[in-house]
């Protein structure tokens, strides 16, 4: 079974310039879930769709950070403009509603 | 609001148990507990749902305590491949938050030989 895919594996900008991070969940998942994890700290939940709709992204930060799910399938994370506190990694995850969540790799990224 | 976890840490001898606690301060519907390694993605462990279920994974088990919205992980006679990072995660069902799974902050776990 083909796990949760996520790209690129590593990045670095400078601030001020911008990102996009892409995610492919597990085919048949409905709820895919964007984390920014900090170095040392637990993931920390930026937005969450169910098929194409967001249920929840009340601690996304929306004058930078914008996400999609295009036809419920594959997602972007985007940042602009990024800022050194982003740098971290971001991890996609999908599952079924209130079942247990698949993760892929991450993204890391270092904003200088 | 993120559920909150102890001990930060914790030092084991290869054979010793150890207990990470998880508390939320919602009622919760579910908790999640994933383990993660250096450099690597969270993996799945185990769900508990409301009802005080317990679970288990290898040597390793979990409670749910409904009632004081708690749960415990109990890593039993550890081995040194149970050393990582030990998240709970906290699913309510509270009308505006869905699903939504919240992290606590993690439980750092060594176990040596």
């Known amino acids: 079974e083909a796990g949760v895919a996520q790209s690129p594996r590593y990045k670095i900008i400078e601030k001020r310039q911008s990102v996009a991070f892409w995610c492919n969940p597990i085919?048949?998942?409905?709820?895919l879930y964007w984390y920014q994890q900090i170095l040392g700290q637990g993931p920390k939940l930026l937005i969450q769709f169910q098929n194409n709709g967001v249920v929840d992204d009340s601690q996304l930060p929306k004058d930078r950070f914008s996400a999609e799910r295009l036809k419920g399938v594959d997602s972007t994370l985007k940042i602009q403009p990024a800022k050194l506190e982003d740098s971290a990694v971001y991890l996609c995850a999908s599952g079924a509603i209130l079942e247990k969540l698949f993760f892929g790799s991450g993204t890391q990224l270092s904003v200088l | 609001q993120q559920p909150v976890q102890s001990p930060q840490a914790v030092i084991l001898r290869e054979g010793e148990d150890a207990v990470i606690n998880c508390s939320s301060s919602?009622?919760?519907?579910?908790v999640h507990w994933y383990r993660q390694k250096h450099g690597e993605a969270p993996v799945f462990l185990m769900i508990?749902?409301?009802?005080?279920e317990q679970k288990g994974h290898e040597k390793i088990s979990a409670s749910f305590n409904e009632k004081k919205q708690q749960s415990s992980l109990y890593l039993t006679a550890s081995q040194l491949s149970y050393s990582g990072t030990y998240f709970c995660g906290a699913q309510d069902l509270t009308t505006d938050s869905w699903g939504k799974l919240q992290f606590g902050a993690g439980t750092q776990v060594v176990v040596t030989p």
């Open positions: 508990l749902l409301k009802g005080g």
């Open positions: 919602k009622a919760l519907y579910s």
């Open positions: 085919s048949g998942h409905a709820t």
